[in-house]
T-cell receptor, first 110, second 115 residues
Framework: GEDVEQSLFLSVREGDSSVINCTYT??????LYWYKQEPGAGLQLLTY?????DMKQDQRLTVLLNKKDKHLSLRIADTQTGDSAIYFC??????????FGQGTELSVKP | SAVISQKPSRDICQRGTSLTIQCQVD?????MFWYRQQPGQSLTLIAT?????????ESGFVIDKFPISRPNLTFSTLTVSNMSPEDSSIYLC????????????FGSGTQLSVL
C-alpha cells in the first residue's frame, strides 16, 4: 500500500540551510506536497511539486524530486527561528486524498 | 487559496457524549475531507465528504462513529459519537479544487480532549 516516510527530527542553527527528506511508495502520485504545522495550529500548505518536475523553487524553499528513487526533499535556505515547526510530506492518491508522512520536527537554534 | 473556518477550535468533552465539528469554506470547493491527528502522530484520513450523498469512509472508520454531512459545496460537519479518551485528537477539515493542480488546504483544526 501507499506509505510515506520521513525522519522525525532535524536541528539546525539559525542562518544555516535545512534539508528535510521524504520517501514515498506510490509511483502514480501526481502531486507531492510539503505542509508546515506550528504548535496548536492546522496545516499550512508550503509548496507542492508536480510529478513530472524534478525541481521547484519558491523564495527560500527548494523542492527536489527524484522520481526514480521516489525521494522528495525540502530545502529551506537561511533558516530562521520562525521556521521551527513540524513539516509533513504528503503524496496524492486517487480522488484527491493525501497520504502523510510522520512529520519532521525542525528545531532552529539561535 | 480557500479560507476555512472550523468550529469549535477546541473542546473538552465527557466520555459517552458526542461532538459535532463544523467546517465552513468561503468558496465552493470540489473536495472536502476529514482527517484525524492523534497526539504526536501524523494525519490519517477519516472520510471523504460527498455533497448530497453519504460520505466515503476509510478503512477503520465507520459512519456510526463518525457521521458526516455535506449539504452543499461550502459546508460540512463531522460528529464524533459516543466519545472515549481514545478519540482525543485534532480533527482537521481539508478542502480542494479538482483541476490542474489539486492543492488541498486545511482548516486550523479542532483540538478535542475526552475525559
Amino acid at each position: 500500500g501507499e506509505d510515506v516516510e520521513q525522519s522525525l527530527f532535524l536541528s539546525v542553527r539559525e542562518g544555516d540551510s535545512s534539508v528535510i527528506n521524504c520517501t514515498y511508495t506510490d509511483s502514480s502520485s501526481t502531486y507531492l506536497y510539503w505542509y508546515k504545522q506550528e504548535p496548536g495550529a492546522g496545516l499550512q500548505l508550503l509548496t507542492y511539486i508536480f510529478s513530472n518536475m524534478d525541481m521547484k523553487q519558491d523564495q527560500r524553499l527548494t523542492v527536489l524530486l527524484n522520481k526514480k528513487d521516489k525521494h522528495l526533499s525540502l530545502r529551506i535556505a537561511d533558516t530562521q527561528t520562525g521556521d521551527s515547526a513540524i513539516y509533513f510530506c504528503a503524496e496524492s492518491t486517487s480522488g484527491g486524498k493525501l497520504i502523510f508522512g510522520q512529520g519532521t520536527e525542525l528545531s532552529v537554534k539561535p | 487559496s480557500a479560507v476555512i473556518s472550523q468550529k469549535p477550535s477546541r473542546d473538552i468533552c465527557q466520555r459517552g457524549t458526542s461532538l459535532t465539528i463544523q467546517c465552513q469554506v468561503d468558496s465552493q470547493v470540489t473536495m472536502m475531507f476529514w482527517y484525524r491527528q492523534q497526539p504526536g502522530q501524523s494525519l490519517t484520513l477519516i472520510a471523504t465528504a460527498n455533497q448530497g450523498s453519504e460520505a466515503t469512509y476509510e478503512s477503520g472508520f465507520v459512519i456510526d462513529k463518525f457521521p458526516i454531512s455535506r449539504p452543499n459545496l461550502t459546508f460540512s460537519t463531522l460528529t464524533v459519537s459516543n466519545m472515549s479518551p481514545e478519540d482525543s485528537s485534532i480533527y482537521l477539515c481539508s478542502v480542494g479544487y479538482r483541476g490542474t493542480n489539486e492543492k488541498l488546504f486545511f482548516g486550523s483544526g479542532t483540538q478535542l480532549s475526552v475525559l
